[in-house]
């Protein structure tokens, strides 16, 4: 028997349904009173959604109550809500950065826009357009889509890092439709770069289809492309003060890179310069100086920001296109419009840009210091500091990072289509540990001269490459293949390997003695040292490592702790 007079089991029996009329007034309060509403529902008092219902159903006025967002069962998405053009501006800078890094490690289902059925990896229509990349054709580790997420790759030590050669990029393999390799086949015959003939028709290999690449940490990056920007200031405004029969060498930050001369028609003369690649040079008459722009990032030298590396990697490796790159509608017919706002790429591009700086871990070991201190004086004796500049400085606010990049190429937001957006990389709100500002200076310890360099012995060295990026695909210059690299940022190399352009090397020793040509000097006197030379040049560069989460120093010990050091 139940006790009539149970208030649990009275309110129950208020909502059961009654024979005969029930009074709206009276089921009115009495939902009311149960959802602890003081009274009939007033102007005043916005009633649960429950109620808003109940009061529906019973044709009462439902005006008071606000609409309901609906809710969708079963949707599988990683990222359930996006940033709308302009929210830049009005979220605050740590919940951009918490977007963006949401945008980094997604994992991209085809319900929200990932995998692109009718473009290649460049962008361009498929060469076989009756063969869309839908399943099982859907992803492919060679020309791509090759992975869910950024962060599938870039993970080492931790999410925004390097990775294990199993996240090797197949650059350049992505201009095909969908690599097989099977050039006996009734499908392939008639299509070039469908899956297993080039541009020139010829059948591809797995070693000549693409340049296998390692995937690069991305930590710093904000400083490294501030770095970059006013380098390429400083060239072309010593550019522009070349006259006719007139040249200048062209220096930034102490870092030369030849010289640039003009003829006496004005048309440029770029033979004397170095460590630029092709497009930097590229002049089209007088009227067309060489841009002579910086590009820090790619292994090649072939990427000019943070931004356009975002728009090329979405689309490449996910199937997800910006707007800004694709324009509006669905240009992958995938069914998905507009797959990322611009203000959704400046948050991944924040995140991006805001990631720590690597610092330096030395134990508190005698035997290591030692080995330390000897190892960092005899890198630059050597010469390995003629290439892997120690430091570079970001002068005139240069460490205020702001998005569009004055230099960014077609298909990139550009100055003065958007408003600017800044960040403070000094800011402590950013990931630590940060870079100190010196006066009216941010040094930027990266090991890197921002050039390209030829470190082969020449065109048959294994390390170069199959394909040169920087000329149209199918031409001679394309295939006759590419041996120049960027200098190779050391911060942070010593637990980010696999090592060099191509990620063979397991050790940082195999990299140093695999240099020769522009190099060949610096690799002699390396060979000429001994075991105690070369084994402290290998444990001061084991000192250059990202540091510990949350770690606010740039120095600390084996455990964590802050420490000073001046060798």
């Not at 029930?22 to 939902?31: D, K, Q």
């Not at 019973?58 to 949707?75: A, K, M, S």
């Not at 500049?389 to 460490?399: F, K």
């Amino acid at each position: 028997m139940h006790d009539e007079h149970d208030p649990k089991r009275a309110s129950v029996e208020m909502f059961r349904p009654q024979r005969g009329l029930v009074s709206g007034g009276l089921l009115l309060t009495a939902a009311a009173l149960a959802c602890g509403l003081s009274g009939p529902v007033s102007a005043q008092q916005q009633p649960p959604p429950g109620v808003c219902m109940l009061l529906g159903t019973l044709g009462v006025d439902t005006g008071n109550c606000e609409p309901q967002p609906d809710t969708v069962l079963g949707v599988e998405v990683a990222v359930p809500e996006r940033l709308k053009d302009g929210d830049e501006f009005t979220t605050s800078l740590p919940q951009l950065i918490r977007q963006g890094g949401i945008l980094f490690n997604a994992n991209w289902t085809a319900q929200e826009g990932g995998g692109r059925p009718g473009l290649t990896g460049t962008g361009a229509p498929l060469a076989d357009s009756g063969s869309p990349l839908e399943f099982p054709r859907n992803m492919n580790r060679v020309s791509a889509p090759d992975a869910n997420s950024c962060g599938g790759c870039h993970n080492l030590p931790r999410s925004g890092g390097g990775g294990d050669f199993v996240t090797n990029v197949f650059v350049l393999g992505q201009r095909f439709d969908f690599a097989t390799f099977d050039a006996l086949s009734d499908d392939e015959i008639g299509f070039e770069t469908r899956g297993a003939f080039d541009e020139n028709g010829e059948p591809v290999t797995l070693q000549g289809i693409a340049n296998s690449r390692a995937t690069l940490g991305m930590f710093g990056s904000g400083y490294i492309e501030m770095v970059a920007r006013q380098m390429t200031a400083d060239l072309q405004a010593i550019r522009d003060g070349i006259a006719p029969g007139g040249s200048a060498e062209l220096i930034s930050k102490g870092i030369s890179f030849g010289t640039l001369a003009r003829n006496a028609d004005g048309s440029w003369d770029t033979s004397a310069t170095e460590g630029f690649v092709p497009p930097s040079l590229a002049s089209a008459g007088p009227g067309s100086p060489p841009n002579l722009i910086i590009r820090p990032f790619h292994q090649a030298s072939a990427v000019i920001s943070l931004r356009q590396f975002t728009n090329n990697a979405m689309n490449h490796h996910h199937g997800i296109q910006a707007r800004e790159r694709f324009g509006e509608g669905d240009h992958d017919g995938d069914g998905f419009d507009n797959n990322l706002s611009v203000a959704d790429v400046t948050a991944i591009t924040t995140w991006q840009a805001q990631l720590e700086v690597p610092g330096r871990v030395i134990p508190r070991n005698a035997v290591i210091e030692d080995a330390v201190a000897n190892g960092e004086q005899l890198f630059l004796d050597i010469g390995c500091a003629d290439c892997h500049t120690p430091a570079l400085p970001l002068t005139d606010q240069g460490w205020v990072f702001t998005e569009p990049n004055p230099y960014n190429p077609n298909g990139n937001l550009q100055p003065g289509e958007y408003p600017t957006f800044e960040m403070d990389l000094s800011d402590n709100r950013l990931d630590q540990p940060r870079l100190p500002v010196q006066g009216d200076t941010v040094w930027v310890p990266a090991f890197t001269d921002m050039k390209v360099h030829d470190i082969t012995s020449g065109p048959d060295d294994p390390n170069c490459e199959e394909l040169d990026m920087h000329f149209p695909a199918g031409s001679a210059e394309f295939n006759a293949g590419n041996c120049r690299f960027l200098t190779k940022k050391l911060w942070g190399t010593a637990n980010e390997p696999p090592y060099f352009h191509h990620g063979l090397f397991t050790t940082m020793r195999e990299a140093i003695e695999a240099h020769r040509g522009e190099a060949l000097d610096a690799y002699q006197q390396w060979s000429g040292l001994d075991d105690y030379g070369r084994n402290s040049i290998i444990e001061f560069l084991k000192t250059l490592q990202l540091l510990p989460e949350g770690t606010t120093a740039l120095v600390v010990d084996e455990k964590g702790k802050p420490r000073n050091w001046d060798s």
